[in-house]
């Protein structure tokens, strides 16, 4: 068989295998793609139950991410280099562990709250991967790649304070729990991504239905350039 036979078979199965790379192919490899840049900005804006806005910025050099969450008229900003976390309060920037001292006058300790969550944060880009690994069916349908969640990732999702597998002795109780996913890509890049889950909560024996839906839209990504505060920079230490 002649030589530029061999090249003519080879192109077509080279061409064969990108064919057949389907939607929840595209969507690992842009996350991939996103998580190996150097940095982006994101927004976060939640809709039903414990909902609000984020703005987040990440730097994959000193593993560098900077947050700031907007809950009604509270403001929390967060930055987190590696697995150290600094937060700032009414007194300045702290520690995660300062941060969670004190009994708050008997009510539930912001500072507490915040450390369990940044130390199970995921960004967009991780997120965007570690989700889509798990379902075993995502399809393209309305210029969007689209997937439903099973059971045990909505109950993950829903569960809070960084607890996971929401029926459990130390976090609320979770049933008939569902939920969708929702990627949209430009040039083989993740632009937008949308979480849908749905549930009742037993929170101290009362049941509260939940339906909230997270909208992650990916910007800045190469331009992104974060600020970290000195008295912030010295709590990451």
Not at 171 to 179: D, F, H, L, R
């Amino acid at each position: 068989m002649r030589k530029g036979m061999w090249v003519g078979i080879a192109v077509l199965a080279g061409s064969a295998v990108v064919a057949f790379a389907g939607p929840k192919e595209d969507v690992q490899s842009a996350a991939k793609k996103l998580a190996a840049a150097d940095n982006y900005t994101w927004t976060s804006h939640v809709e039903g139950g414990f909902g609000g806005d984020t703005t987040g910025q990440t730097q994959k050099k000193d593993e560098l991410t900077h947050i700031s969450m907007t809950f009604g008229d509270n403001t929390v900003e967060v930055i987190k280099e590696g697995e150290k976390v600094a937060v700032k309060t009414e007194d300045g920037w702290k520690s995660a562990e300062e941060a969670a001292q004190g009994d708050n006058n008997g009510q539930p300790n912001p500072g507490r709250f915040i450390g369990n969550m940044m130390r199970n944060f995921k960004t967009p880009a991780q997120q965007a991967e570690e989700v889509a690994g798990k379902i075993p069916d995502l399809k393209e349908a309305d210029g969007a790649i689209t997937g439903d969640l099973s059971e045990q990732i909505a109950k993950d999702m829903m569960a809070f304070r960084g607890r996971r597998g929401g029926n459990n002795n130390n976090g609320p109780q979770i049933s008939n729990a569902k939920g969708s996913v929702k990627f949209w890509l430009k040039d083989g890049a993740i632009t937008k991504m949308e979480i849908n889950v749905q549930g009742t909560i037993n929170f101290n024996g009362d049941d509260r239905d939940i339906n909230r839906t997270t909208t992650v839209e990916i910007k800045d990504v190469g331009s992104t350039k974060i600020e970290v505060p000195a008295d912030a920079k010295a709590k990451l230490k």
